[in-house]
């Protein structure tokens, strides 16, 4: 609210649909802190539209998501991680001006083993004139975002946002109900103490992402040695970066030569919540928020984190000719 006291011109609906989606994180929230207790842990027998199994948290999750923002008049088309195709809102509701893309439940493997995952938003303005969105609303570069945020279920649960005007955290106090100010203006540092990659694929990189990974392992030129900490997660792992400083990187590889992350779920959100912070975040070679997607589940390679460590990975991967590890 005081962010939309800076623009006369809002509507206060951005704002509503924030709370919207803080409303679903709470209902999720409350889920994932019971999934031992109910019958919600394991595989929901189904495949997502990305070939993996889905979880029965990652179902519950992407119907609550959309379950609360479909109705509200707030957006025209929501766009799921899960989801082959984007939905329109229904044709009798109002189809209001925002377009919301989400990964409902990231990290999912690590659901059944008590660790951290989360929720990623990324909230762009129509392009369409009116009645249920469709298709393009949602391909847009990221750079082309109003809101972006996620949320964390870890120790406890965090939801860290940005509408443009810095990066802002807010910690879910389970006695009231309500998400409250716990990181005002969050800044990352520009070198980062961590690196985080899964380094088991090491054999499928190329020279240029054995190199950089070697001198965050090592030390190299100016570049400190770093400390390795890797959950495979993204959200949880993008977190602890960005308030302790650190580059997260998943390169183009032999098995995924488009890179494995998704570029309108995963990717443009974190992008523009790293830049916000002072952060950075490219695919090796150009700057994410820059990409225009042609399709709804493209993937990238992802460079993300700490300004310095992410320009220092940018200017090696650029050098050898291809993004983050991958083909021209
Ligand atoms: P899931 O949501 O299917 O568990 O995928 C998680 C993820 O997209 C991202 O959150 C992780 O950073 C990345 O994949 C982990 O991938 P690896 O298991 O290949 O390291």
């Known amino acids: 609210m005081e962010q939309e006291r800076l623009h006369p011109e809002a509507t206060g609906e951005l704002s509503n649909l924030l709370y919207d989606l803080c409303l679903a994180a709470k209902i999720i929230s409350r889920h994932v802190r019971r999934a031992g207790l109910t019958d919600i842990l394991g595989a929901h027998g189904s495949v997502n539209v990305q070939g993996e ?15 609360a923002v479909q109705h509200t008049g707030r957006v025209c088309v929501t766009a799921s991680e899960e989801d082959e195709e984007p939905s329109p809102v229904p044709a009798n509701r109002l189809a209001g001006k925002y377009v919301l893309l989400y990964d409902p439940l990231d990290g999912s493997t690590n659901i059944d083993v008590n660790a951290s995952i989360g929720t990623i ?3 762009h303005r129509r392009v369409t004139p009116g009645g249920p969105g469709r298709l393009e ?9 109003v809101a972006a945020g996620y949320i964390v279920y870890g120790s406890s649960t ?5 509408t443009g005007g810095g990066v802002h955290g807010f910690t879910l106090d389970p006695t009231i109900g309500e998400f409250l100010l716990s990181h005002p203006d969050i800044r990352t540092p520009a070198v980062g103490k961590y690196y985080s990659v899964n380094e088991s694929n090491w054999n499928k990189w190329t020279p240029g992402v054995q190199r950089v990974v070697g001198a965050f392992k090592n030390g190299e030129g100016p570049v400190q040695a770093k400390n390795a ?10 977190h602890r970066n960005l308030i302790a400083g650190g580059v997260f990187l998943y390169p183009a590889d ?8 998704r570029l309108l779920y995963e990717a443009a959100p974190l992008a523009m919540i790293a830049e916000q912070a002072g952060g950075a975040a490219t695919d090796g070679r150009a700057p994410i928020l820059d990409q225009q997607p042609k399709g709804l589940h493209q993937r990238t390679p992802l460079v993300l984190g ?11 991967l650029s050098a050898e000719g291809g993004s983050a590890g991958g083909a021209r």
């Not at 965090?158 to 940005?162: A, E, H, I, K």
């Not at 900490?229 to 993008?238: E, K, P």
């Open 53 to 67: 199994q889905q979880q029965n948290l990652d179902v519950f999750a992407n119907e609550t998501v959309r379950d």
């Open 121 to 123: 938003f990324s909230i």
């Open 137 to 145: 609303d949602c391909l847009q570069a990221g750079r082309r975002q």
């Open 158 to 162: 965090v939801l860290v946002y940005t």
């Open 229 to 238: 900490r890797y959950i495979g997660s993204l959200v949880a792992d993008f």
């Open 254 to 261: 032999t098995k995924s030569p488009q890179g494995k992350l």
């Open 306 to 316: 700490s300004r310095d460590d992410v320009a220092f990975v940018t200017g090696v």
